[in-house]
């Protein structure tokens, strides 16, 4: 997967901001009367609220099979503790995203280009996608429900989350925008402190990303 190239500061920002999120799933007594659709969107957030680390297996624009761990967590930045986002893929590619103003990557060599933000919601990471369920199953809009897959717009990518009919809980992401396409099978991981140090470890290296192309 070739992830060069530059992105504009305005995806860098809707990538942090959606990083960023709320960390707030409404509760069913909130909404009178909810339509099934949000039902099902906060029951799908509050599966990825419960969880800061998520594992996908994805590919994307047809490419090989990438494995992934994305880890929420809180983070050291300039000193200061921060909350974001961390990705890691087993071909060498890292996304390293903590708002306002971080978004670093390392690139494995020959890698495919692809947005940060569509990388994010194939790995899963849990508040990319939970901000944006919060928000569309309180406004009761948005929302498309169609035999178990949950579909919605954000920041200009469509994601559909499969849905485990049982649980409702996501069991799959698909993303399409106007440059890529993916899908993903993810599944929740109980994080440990041992897992956590091991994830975060060797942040050197990489770069600040800064400038072209968008979703």
């Given at each position: 997967?070739?992830?060069?190239?530059?992105?504009?500061?305005?995806?860098?920002?809707a990538?942090?901001?959606?990083?960023?999120g709320?960390?707030?799933?409404?509760q069913?007594?909130?909404?009178?009367?909810?339509?099934?659709?949000?039902?099902v969107?906060?029951?799908a957030?509050?599966?990825?609220?419960?969880?800061?680390?998520v594992?996908?297996?994805?590919?994307?624009?047809?490419?090989?099979?990438?494995?992934?761990?994305?880890?929420?967590?809180?983070f050291v930045?300039?000193g200061?503790?921060?909350?974001?986002?961390?990705?890691?893929?087993?071909?060498?590619?890292?996304?390293?995203?903590?708002?306002?103003?971080?978004?670093?990557?390392r690139?494995?060599?020959?890698a495919?280009s692809?947005?940060?933000?569509?990388?994010?919601?194939?790995?899963?990471?849990?508040?990319?996608?939970?901000?944006?369920?919060?928000?569309?199953?309180?406004?009761?809009?948005?929302?498309?429900?169609?035999n178990?897959?949950?579909?919605?717009?954000l920041?200009?990518?469509?994601?559909t989350?499969?849905?485990?009919?049982?649980?409702?809980?996501?069991?799959a992401?698909?993303?399409?925008?106007?440059?890529?396409?993916?899908?993903?099978?993810?599944?929740?991981?109980?994080?440990?402190?041992?897992?956590?140090?091991?994830?975060?470890?060797?942040?050197?290296?990489?770069h600040?990303?800064?400038?072209?192309?968008?979703?």
């Amino acid at each position: 997967m070739r992830r060069g190239g530059w992105i504009t500061a305005g995806v860098a920002g809707a990538v942090l901001a959606a990083v960023l999120g709320t960390g707030f799933v409404v509760q069913r007594a909130v909404l009178p009367m909810p339509k099934q659709k949000s039902v099902v969107a906060l029951r799908a957030a509050t599966w990825l609220q419960r969880h800061r680390l998520v594992q996908s297996s994805f590919t994307v624009n047809g490419g090989p099979m990438v494995t992934s761990s994305c880890l929420q967590a809180w983070f050291v930045v300039d000193g200061k503790r921060s909350r974001g986002a961390l990705l890691r893929a087993d071909d060498g590619y890292v996304l390293f995203a903590v708002p306002p103003h971080t978004l670093l990557a390392r690139s494995a060599q020959g890698a495919e280009s692809s947005s940060p933000l569509v990388l994010l919601e194939l790995a899963g990471c849990p508040r990319v996608l939970v901000r944006r369920l919060d928000t569309l199953a309180q406004e009761r809009q948005g929302l498309t429900l169609d035999n178990g897959r949950l579909a919605f717009v954000l920041k200009g990518t469509h994601v559909t989350l499969t849905l485990d009919t049982k649980s409702g809980a996501p069991t799959a992401v698909a993303v399409r925008s106007a440059k890529a396409s993916g899908r993903a099978q993810i599944r929740f991981v109980s994080l440990t402190p041992p897992v956590q140090r091991q994830l975060s470890a060797g942040l050197t290296g990489l770069h600040a990303l800064n400038g072209v192309s968008g979703p």
